[in-house]
């Protein structure tokens, strides 16, 4: 199964995927950000589209790779991923469904001005103006598709354990 954390900048996401590997038996923590890191290593570079996720090659690997990890290990993948492009997500979500892969797709959500307060406030990753242009496009896809394709957590006054209790509940029943 893949625990798929879904969400903005800000959100939560990878805090609240390393609290849920604990309370998940059997679950590894797979950020496909690093199939990315590895499109982005090409020399050299492929065609410059401002979010590797735009590439074509990025969801398909990121499907292979999932896919191929949890045919060789079991259990569970929890995967903090931010996916705002309706067609993206449609496309990784039928690629695993392809290969029987089931998904709980979660968004870790957050008010815009807890969002805001969270990237300018952030020690380890400090703020960017990447990071801030994301907050308008997530707010429309939470509006149009996204909140209708996945479990809602409303992050805004819960902890990231708060937040890992939730989803681990959900997802064990």
Do not use: C
Request: glycine share 8%; charged share 20%.
């Amino acid at each position: 199964m893949i625990v798929w954390l879904n969400g903005t900048h800000g959100a939560g996401k990878t805090t609240t995927s390393a609290l849920l590997q604990q309370l998940l038996p059997d679950s590894r923590v797979f950020d496909a950000e690093k199939v990315g890191e590895a499109l982005m290593d090409i020399k050299p570079a492929l065609p410059w589209t401002g979010n590797f996720q735009h590439w074509p090659p990025w969801r398909p690997l990121v499907v292979e790779t999932a896919r191929r990890v949890l045919d060789y290990t079991g259990g569970t993948l929890v995967m903090p991923m931010t996916v705002l492009v309706e067609e993206y997500w449609r496309e990784i979500s039928a690629g695993l469904a392809q290969y029987a892969v089931p998904v709980r797709h979660f968004v870790l959500h957050a008010d815009q001005e807890t969002l805001r307060g969270r990237i300018e406030g952030d020690t380890v990753m400090g703020p960017s103006e990447f990071r801030f242009q994301y907050l308008e496009p997530y707010a429309e896809a939470a509006r149009t598709w996204l909140h209708d394709e996945a479990e809602v957590v409303d992050t805004t006054h819960l902890t990231p354990a708060g937040a890992a209790e939730q989803i681990a509940r959900a997802v064990t029943g």
